[in-house]
């Protein structure tokens, strides 16, 4: 049996491997350094009371004969689709078929998994920094060609910097598809209806498909669509991934759900329009069977009233964090984007390049963020930090930074 031997091309999980080892070496040589991580890209406050509730009583639910559930239907029961058409979609405008929902596990699985639906030799981009899940997806499926000082030869780099504004611009050159992330992990920052435009009439123009990945919607503050729809055509051109880890403290729990729009379509083999939303239900009955009933009842309750007041007091406290460092870091003379509408900061590296930064903060601060580099060629010169530590430890790793 011969291996894929697209992973033997896969650089591995270099950033958070690199991290963990540099960390260990610093505490095996000061065991008495109290670490402050701001490098955590997962929640840490408690779920919503109203959610955990819900899911109790649907766990008891469970043991009686008349009520008892086996596999649920397909693509997610009905109470959960329709909360997440009228809250996340109807609310703004937004026009959705009950069809045109998918109920998943998560959005990590869903934006890794959209790539079997294109032709092995899809042309690829990807905003640069970028979600490292989008590209080692399609470098497993060996779309990407080999990686070659730090880049995939075969895959379109959007740079995202500071020079730009993090505003990316449409690939000069033709694509099948292009990912984006808004509000972006790692950048923390977001793009106007205006500045989403271009790459919908892109995917027109170019008969492309847009993967938008919304799983930091819930963060959104400012006058910024939470979904790609909310842009005029994008209903006939791109996919929305979207999640409860972030909205909802759902890291652990594990629910999300995708919108394919009937209108989304691609080329079959006689040139024919084929929808992708039909191809998904067809890939997905064969290799889901769906998110348990429980978990499903602890999604809809989110957007209950109650549940979702409990959940913005959470995302709220991110926020106030994430606002504390952008403020602090700014007073400090640090150039900085993001925080404003999701859980991350990005900083420009004062001096030298962000494995540098990583190592000065942890030595002399005993902070742990992530360097930019990482997250692919034009994260170099960045680093972020996270707000999802507790307000104590943000605001005493800020004083730390201070005193450098
Ligand atoms: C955290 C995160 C997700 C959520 O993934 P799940 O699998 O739903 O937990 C999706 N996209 C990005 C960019 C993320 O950072």
Redesign the pocket.
Same mark, same amino acid.
């Given at each position: 049996m011969n291996v894929n031997p697209n992973f033997e091309k896969l650089p591995g999980s270099y950033l958070f491997a690199e991290i963990a080892r540099r960390v260990k070496a610093f505490q095996a040589e000061t065991p008495e350094a109290n670490l402050i991580k701001l490098g955590i890209?997962d929640v840490t406050r408690p779920l919503a009371p109203a959610v955990v509730e819900a899911m109790k009583q649907a766990a008891d639910e469970l043991l009686s004969i008349d009520t008892m559930r086996g596999y649920g239907p397909d693509f997610g029961y009905d109470f959960l689709v329709d909360a997440i058409i009228a809250h996340d979609y109807a609310a703004r405008g937004v026009t959705l078929e009950f069809d045109e929902v998918f109920v998943s *596990?998560?959005? #990590?699985?869903d @934006?890794s998994s959209i790539q079997e639906l294109f032709a092995a030799d899809a042309k690829i981009a990807v905003t640069d920094p970028v /979600?490292p899940?989008y590209v080692d997806s399609n470098a497993m499926a060996g779309r990407l060609g080999t990686f070659q000082d730090g880049r995939w030869t075969n895959l379109v780099y959007l740079p995202c910097n500071a020079e730009n504004g993090f505003v990316p611009v449409p690939p000069a050159e033709h694509v099948d598809v292009i990912y984006l $992330?808004y509000p972006n992990?790692p950048t923390g920052t977001t793009l106007t209806k205006e500045q989403l435009k271009p790459f919908v009439d892109y995917a027109k123009a170019h008969d492309a498909v847009i993967v938008y *990945?919304a799983? /930091?919607k819930a963060f959104i503050r400012s006058d910024v669509p939470l979904s790609i729809y909310e842009v005029e055509g994008a209903k006939d051109v791109a996919i929305e $991934?979207n @999640?409860? @880890? #972030?909205t909802a403290g759902?890291?652990g729990v594990?629910c999300?759900y995708s919108v394919i729009p009937h209108a989304v379509k691609g080329r079959g083999g006689a040139g024919q329009p084929v929808e992708l939303n039909a191809m998904w239900k067809r890939r997905m009955g064969t290799k889901f069977n769906g998110v348990s009933y429980p978990v499903q009842r602890a999604a809809a309750a989110v957007f209950s009233p109650v549940g979702w007041a409990q959940c913005q007091e959470t995302i709220e406290y991110y926020l106030r964090n994430a606002h504390l460092i952008r403020t602090a870091l700014t007073a400090m003379g640090y150039t900085v984007f993001g925080g404003v509408d999701a859980p991350y900061v990005w900083l420009k590296t004062p001096a030298g390049d962000s494995w540098a930064f990583f190592d000065e903060l942890l030595h002399s601060a005993h902070v742990v963020g992530t360097p930019g580099a990482g997250f692919g060629p034009s994260g170099e010169g960045y680093f972020r930090l996270t707000a999802f530590n507790t307000l104590e430890k943000t605001q005493e790793a800020l004083n730390r930074i201070k005193e450098l």
């Open positions: 890209g *596990d998560g959005a #990590k699985t @934006s /979600y899940v $992330c992990n *990945d799983a /930091y $991934c @999640s409860f @880890s #972030k759902f890291t594990r999300a």
